[in-house]
Nanobody, 126 residues
């Protein structure tokens, strides 16, 4: 059974940084693409970044390109999201998900994602 656990959220001032972690169990990172998403109150969940299972290639949405960096540690089976230059509009619950096959997933970067973790809250405020 695939399980994802996000951590690392918190309160940070504008311009600050946070690193989120997504601990994955039940599947190896070289077997599945992992994506980071966020959902602000009243808004739809949006894709931010993903890292490919095969070669670790990365993909970013325009909203976070140049500010956020996705990476993975296959020895820990964990994916990270380094977030720099945070803005108040980055405030949201952040989720990681695995690639899924089928129409019930959320489309991002040409892939469908699901099997969400419980999320971690990021609040950017002075």
């Amino acid at each position: 059974q695939v399980q994802l656990v996000e951590s690392g959220g918190g309160l940070v001032q504008p311009g600050g940084s946070l690193r989120l972690s997504c601990a994955v169990s039940g599947v190896a990172l070289d077997e599945t693409t992992i994506g980071w998403f966020r959902q602000a109150p009243g808004k739809e969940r949006e894709g931010l970044s993903c890292i490919a299972n095969s070669d670790g290639a990365t993909y970013y949405s325009n909203a976070v390109k140049g500010r956020f960096t996705i990476s993975r540690d296959t020895s820990k089976n964990t994916v990270y999201l380094q977030m720099n230059s945070l803005k108040p509009e980055d405030t949201a619950a952040y989720y990681c998900g695995t690639e899924v096959h089928g129409p019930d997933g959320l489309l991002f970067g040409g892939l469908f994602f699901g099997s969400w973790g419980q999320g971690t809250q990021v609040t950017v405020s002075s």
